[in-house]
């Protein structure tokens, strides 16, 4: 009998998550995710490094996680900076490793409308609106909101809350009234999260892929790390990171003041899971 070597039986996944979580992270993850599944790669390692981003975008690339988990151990690594959207990511890993001055937490939801009323007042702009019912224009950004308005979208936010609470509270075998306890907007370090039960490890990426290494029984000094990534545009692969930072971009996970600028403006009225400095 002829038996073809599978070398990805031998080797671990990586994948990275930086900046800010959006439709373009979920699409190229969710593909990096499959093609784990289709390869049987025995071990992920997923490395975090950002401040979170948008609900559904998290909630989906967390749901692709748990359904990995059958077949794959998922080690997750938490970087610089694993905050908000980037923990509920990281509840989709089995086990979590963070350095023990990451900067994560940040559990809770935020919703950002802009009022410019008086901005449009000063150089005689208005809006006239026709609107099917009282709550079409919702967060319009010419005008204040009204009460009713700002009890819709609390509930909204307060939903989206108990479901972050519920998922950390679920992955990390936590009651939530403990998650509740420390899920209020702030951030800690990885020493912190250690002590609260949010991870279950301190150490580099590298002591990371060791574990999943040896989670699924393979040498951690031979076992190779294939990292997973969209192909970029030659340009792009020509000019590094380094060289396109922009000075003004002080938003933690994001590569330019233009890219947080965007992603500002994209995601105006969205709720989010989002590490704001």
């Given at each position: 009998?002829?038996?073809?070597?599978?070398?990805?039986?031998?080797?671990?996944?990586?994948?990275?998550?930086?900046?800010?979580?959006?439709?373009?992270?979920?699409?190229?993850?969710?593909?990096?995710?499959?093609?784990?599944?289709?390869?049987?790669?025995?071990?992920?390692?997923?490395?975090?490094?950002?401040?979170?981003?948008?609900?559904?975008d998290s909630q989906e690339i967390y749901t692709a996680?748990?359904?990995?988990?059958?077949?794959?151990?998922?080690?997750?690594?938490?970087?610089?900076?694993?905050?908000?959207?980037?923990?509920?990511?990281?509840?989709?890993?089995?086990?979590?490793?963070?350095?023990?001055?990451?900067?994560?937490?940040?559990?809770?939801?935020?919703?950002?409308?802009?009022?410019?009323?008086?901005?449009?007042?000063?150089?005689?702009?208005?809006?006239?609106?026709?609107?099917?019912?009282?709550?079409?224009?919702?967060?319009?950004?010419?005008?204040?909101?009204?009460?009713?308005?700002?009890?819709?979208?609390?509930?909204?936010?307060?939903?989206?809350?108990?479901?972050?609470?519920?998922?950390?509270?679920d992955a990390r075998s936590l009651a939530v009234e403990?998650?509740?306890?420390?899920?209020?907007?702030?951030?800690?370090?990885?020493?912190?999260?250690?002590?609260?039960?949010?991870?279950?490890?301190?150490?580099?990426?590298?002591?990371?892929?060791?574990?999943?290494?040896?989670?699924?029984?393979?040498d951690p000094e031979k076992t190779r790390c294939f990292?997973?990534?969209?192909?970029?545009?030659?340009?792009?692969?020509?000019?590094?990171?380094?060289?396109?930072?922009?000075?003004?971009?002080?938003?933690?996970?994001?590569?330019?003041?233009?890219?947080?600028?965007?992603?500002?403006?994209?995601?105006?009225?969205?709720?989010?899971?989002?590490?704001?400095?």
């Amino acid at each position: 009998m002829i038996r073809f070597f599978k070398p990805f039986r031998k080797q671990i996944a990586r994948i990275e998550i930086n900046g800010a979580i959006a439709s373009a992270t979920r699409k190229r993850v969710l593909e990096a995710l499959k093609t784990v599944e289709e390869r049987k790669y025995p071990a992920l390692l997923l490395r975090i490094d950002s401040p979170g981003g948008t609900v559904g975008d998290s909630q989906e690339i967390y749901t692709a996680l748990k359904r990995l988990q059958n077949k794959t151990k998922i080690v997750a690594s938490f970087g610089n900076i694993s905050a908000s959207g980037g923990v509920y990511i990281g509840m989709g890993a089995q086990h979590i490793v963070a350095n023990p001055g990451t900067i994560t937490g940040s559990i809770g939801v935020i919703l950002r409308g802009n009022n410019l009323e008086r901005l449009l007042e000063k150089v005689g702009v208005s809006f006239k609106v026709i609107k099917s019912g009282p709550y079409k224009d919702i967060l319009a950004f010419d005008r204040e909101l009204t009460d009713s308005e700002k009890g819709i979208l609390q509930e909204l936010i307060d939903v989206s809350y108990q479901q972050f609470v519920q998922t950390v509270a679920d992955a990390r075998s936590l009651a939530v009234e403990t998650v509740r306890s420390f899920a209020d907007g702030r951030i800690f370090t990885g020493q912190q999260a250690l002590e609260l039960g949010v991870v279950d490890r301190l150490g580099t990426e590298e002591d990371a892929r060791r574990w999943a290494a040896e989670l699924v029984g393979l040498d951690p000094e031979k076992t190779r790390c294939f990292t997973l990534e969209e192909r970029k545009p030659l340009l792009n692969r020509l000019v590094s990171n380094e060289d396109r930072l922009h000075p003004l971009a002080a938003v933690p996970g994001f590569t330019t003041a233009v890219d947080w600028f965007a992603f500002e403006l994209s995601t105006s009225g969205l709720p989010l899971w989002l590490y704001r400095p």
